[in-house]
C-alpha cells in the first residue's frame, strides 16, 4: 500500500494551475450519503451565486446525474474516447450549478487508470475558469483514483456515519490519504470529516472524537470535523423523488444543518485570488 500510495502522489501532483479550488468530497465506505451530499451542497451554494461544477468521480457508477435528475446526452466516457469535447459533456441543472457526469456500468471505465486521471485534471483545470468551485463526488474506498485525485485536491472532505463499519472505513481512507502524504514527502493538510446519518448531536459528537482520537494517536493527525447532518425522512423521500432536500424541505432540520457546511465551501472558493 506504502509504494502504491507513493506512485500515486508522484503520478498526481504535475497538472496545471485551476483558476477555481478542487474539493473531493468521499468516503471509505458506500452509501454514507457522498452524492447526496454533492447535490444538495451544489445546488446550496448556486442559489448563494457561486458558479459550480459538480464533477462525478465514480467512473463504474455515477450516480449524480439520477440525483439530479438529468438524463445527460454525453458523459466523460464520449470525451475519452475522443467523441466529443470536454464541455460538450456538461449539462446545467440550474443557473449557476453545471454537471459532469460520468458513466455508468462501464467496466473498462471502472478500471483505475492513472493517465486518465491525469487527463482529467487537466481537463478540469480548462474548465475551472468558468468557475467559482469544482465539486468532486468520488467512488468509495482507498482504490487508486480516489487517493490519487485526494492528493491533487485543495480540499478533501471524509463523509462517515455511526455505523461502526463506516467509521473505520473512514479511518481506513485517512490513513492511506497519510500513507501517500508520507511517502511522497508531501505536507498535506489533513482531509475534514462529516458525520452524516446523525441520530441526534450527542451521538454525532461521540463518532467524531472516537475518529479524531484515532487519527491523532496513530496518525498524528487532528482531522477537523466539519458539522454533521440528521437522519431523516426529507433524505430518503427526496431521493425517491430525485429531488435534493435543499429544495424538496429546505426548512428542515438536515437543510438547516447543511447550512454550515455550504459556508465551508463558500469560503473556500471566495478564498481564491483570480489572476
Not at 217 to 234: D, Q, T, Y
Amino acid at each position: 500500500m506504502n509504494q502504491q500510495a507513493a506512485n500515486l502522489a508522484t503520478a498526481t501532483l504535475r497538472g496545471p494551475r485551476r483558476q477555481a479550488p478542487l474539493a473531493l468530497v468521499t468516503g471509505g465506505k458506500g452509501g454514507v450519503g457522498k452524492s447526496t451530499l454533492v447535490a444538495n451542497v451544489g445546488l446550496a451554494l448556486a442559489g448563494r451565486g457561486l458558479r459550480v461544477l459538480a464533477v462525478d468521480l465514480d467512473f463504474g457508477l455515477a450516480n449524480l446525474q439520477v440525483l439530479l435528475r438529468r438524463d445527460p446526452a454525453r458523459n466523460q466516457e464520449d470525451w475519452f474516447c475522443g467523441r466529443a469535447q470536454l464541455r460538450e459533456c456538461l449539462c446545467t441543472v440550474e443557473p449557476g450549478l453545471d454537471l459532469l457526469p460520468a458513466s455508468s456500468g462501464e467496466l473498462e471505465m471502472a478500471r483505475p487508470d492513472s493517465s486518465r486521471r491525469r487527463r482529467l485534471l487537466e481537463g478540469l483545470a480548462e474548465l475551472s475558469v468558468d468557475y467559482d468551485l469544482i465539486l468532486a463526488d468520488s467512488a468509495a474506498g482507498i482504490g487508486p483514483d480516489v487517493l490519487g485525485f485526494a492528493i491533487e485536491a485543495d480540499h478533501v472532505l471524509v463523509v462517515t456515519t455511526p455505523d461502526p463499519a463506516a467509521l473505520t472505513d473512514a479511518y481506513g481512507l485517512i490513513k492511506a490519504f497519510d500513507a501517500a502524504a508520507r511517502e511522497a514527502r508531501l505536507e498535506l493538510p489533513t482531509p475534514e470529516v462529516l458525520v452524516n446519518m446523525a441520530g441526534d448531536p450527542q451521538e454525532a459528537q461521540r463518532v467524531s472524537d472516537r475518529l479524531t482520537a484515532v487519527c491523532q494517536r496513530f496518525l498524528a493527525r487532528r482531522p477537523r470535523v466539519l458539522g454533521h447532518l440528521p437522519r431523516g425522512r426529507e433524505v430518503v423521500a427526496g431521493s425517491a423523488r430525485q429531488e435534493p432536500f435543499v429544495r424538496s424541505a429546505p426548512s428542515s432540520a438536515v437543510a438547516r444543518a447543511l447550512e454550515t457546511i455550504t459556508l465551508r465551501y463558500e469560503r473556500l472558493a471566495r478564498a481564491v485570488v483570480r489572476p
